[in-house]
């Protein structure tokens, strides 16, 4: 079983919220891990979006905007990125990532369709 | 500003070597850890490790232990990648980004524009 688990695909219509989930594999609690999100369009690097462990220990990547938020869902194990109002422009790829056993470890990713 | 500018695109036989560089610009080149990620065509990213570049210091995920070697030039403030006995399974771009704490191998707040690297007979 992966360390980190996303949905690979995930449609939301302009305007509304979009709530990315990384959950994490049994044994391994979601409470104690920074859980750091990137953003990736076609055929350019990934953009660090935001890192989120708890409402005291977050941090926003400089210039990304205050609709991309962080959170957790301790009863499911899960990270989730929260995008609100929705526009075309959020369409791209997101990974989440954590250090687990002193090596990073990347989510598989979900593609977001805006539409 | 910051910037990671990485060298031009490789092609490469099965069996040989690659040597990726990262220039950076902007900070205290010292100061920051530098990772290296690749990516396959159509998959998701894969950690390879990183470099401390003011001791360095490496670290590498298992997979690529052996086979990688990290270094780093602190007079013209450029890492190297280096990735032996290459395979088609090595076709990839390959990214260096930088840890965004000083003095900590932490998540990396900024992104080279990546090196693409063909493995091909």
């Known amino acids: 079983q992966a360390v980190l688990t996303q949905p690979a695909s995930l449609s939301a219509s302009p305007g509304a919220s979009a709530s990315l989930t990384c959950t994490l594999r049994?044994?391994?609690?979601?409470?104690?891990?920074?859980i750091h999100w990137y953003q990736q369009k076609p055929g350019s690097p990934p953009q660090y979006l935001l890192t989120?462990?708890?409402?005291?220990?977050?941090?926003?990547g400089s210039g990304v905007p205050s609709r991309f938020s962080g959170s957790k869902d301790a009863s499911a194990n899960a990270g989730i990125l929260l995008i609100s109002g929705l526009q075309s422009e959020d369409e791209a790829d997101y990974y989440c990532m954590i250090w687990h056993s002193s090596v990073l470890v990347f989510g598989g990713g979900t593609k977001l369709t805006v539409l | 500003q910051v910037q990671l500018v990485q060298s031009g695109a490789e092609v490469k036989k099965p069996g040989a070597s690659v040597k990726v560089s990262c220039k950076a610009s902007?900070?205290?080149?010292?100061?920051?850890?530098m990772h290296w990620v690749r990516q396959a065509p159509g998959q998701g990213l894969d950690w390879m490790g990183w470099i401390n570049p003011n001791t360095g210091g490496t670290k590498f995920a298992q997979k690529f232990q052996g086979r990688v070697t990290m270094t780093r030039d602190t007079s013209i403030s450029t890492v190297y990648m280096d990735l032996s006995r290459l395979t088609s399974d090595d076709t990839a771009v390959y990214y260096c980004?930088?840890?965004?704490?000083?003095?900590?191998?932490?998540?990396?707040?900024?992104w080279g524009q990546g090196t693409k690297v063909t493995v091909s007979s």
């Open positions: 980004a930088r840890a965004m704490t000083v003095g900590s191998p932490d998540a990396f707040d900024m």
């Open positions: 989120y462990k708890s409402d005291s220990d977050k941090q926003q």
């Open positions: 902007g900070y205290t080149f010292t100061g920051h850890y």
């Open positions: 049994s044994g391994i609690n979601v409470g104690t891990y920074r």
